[in-house]
């Protein structure tokens, strides 16, 4: 486990184990002051995957039996089951038992605890689960590639700014930069659930690998800025990934 302390939070890096469904149920705690981030990369033997399906509910068997691909049936069904598990762990109760509510833009949560607050992302052969209590968490993975022209996608999807910081960079670490700038977008975008209604040329963010995570300015509310804050995660050589937290009410960057 890491442990990570930043301003008035904890972020704790937790790796889920090769464990069947029922001991991803132990009864775990989770603080107001902490965020918990499990991670899982490598691919899940098959009878694990028919074990943890047992959890998923009709309309969710369903939309797993809809993917074309048997990589991304087992992606849903592993990101999936584990969630349901690692929130009856927090919850003390069964899996099975949990009804999931979608808000407008489609961000899940539970009605019947709605202070426990949570965000899935994967990419690849790696997913994540983000953990929180009273507060808004959003998280983002993607395997970094070199197939693309990073030029072509900023002009589409990132502020000038971003535009600006990206192409002052040289060329060999372009590609590195457009993923640290796209996970740190796709996380804020995801923590407010407001998805894509939300222009990702509305905010500029850090995008330097080596630049601290940080939401640098939002349009048109400038203080929404400060109700946030932005982590960048290693959670893989070939991955970028990052977390972003709502903070208390009284907080300040």
């Not at 998280?139 to 970094?144: A, R």
């Not at 996608?153 to 590195?176: G, K, M, N, V, W």
């Not at 960048?232 to 990052?242: E, F, G, I, K, T």
Request: proline share 5%.
């Amino acid at each position: 486990m890491l442990v990570c302390e930043v301003h008035d939070v904890v972020i704790k890096m937790l790796n889920c184990p090769a464990l069947s469904s029922r001991e991803f149920c132990q009864p775990r705690t989770l603080s107001n002051d902490e965020v918990q981030v499990w991670t899982l990369s490598h691919t899940m033997e098959q009878n694990m995957l028919r074990d943890l399906k047992r959890l998923l509910s009709g309309d969710e068997l369903e939309r797993a039996a809809r993917f074309r691909f048997q990589q991304d049936h087992d992606r849903f069904v592993a990101s999936r089951s584990i969630l349901r598990s690692l929130l009856a762990g927090y919850l003390a109760t069964d899996p099975s038992s949990l009804r999931f509510r979608y808000a407008e833009k489609g961000k899940p949560d539970l009605p019947s605890s709605p202070e426990l607050q949570f965000n899935v992302a994967h990419s690849g052969e790696i997913i994540l689960w983000a953990f929180a209590r009273e507060r808004r968490v959003g998280i983002d993975v993607e395997e970094i590639r070199t197939d693309f022209s990073t030029q072509e996608i900023a002009e589409r999807f990132f502020s000038p700014a971003e535009r600006q910081a990206l192409c002052s960079l040289a060329a060999s670490r372009r590609h590195q930069a457009f993923f640290h700038c796209w996970t740190r977008k796709e996380a804020f975008v995801k923590a407010t659930g407001d998805g894509l209604s939300l222009p990702l040329d509305q905010f500029d963010v850090a995008l330097a690998s080596g630049q601290p995570a940080y939401l640098i300015a939002t349009r048109p509310d400038a203080e929404e800025s400060r109700r946030w804050s932005m982590h960048n995660l290693d959670v893989h050589p070939n991955y970028a990934a990052a977390l972003v937290i709502e903070r208390p009410v009284a907080s300040e960057r």
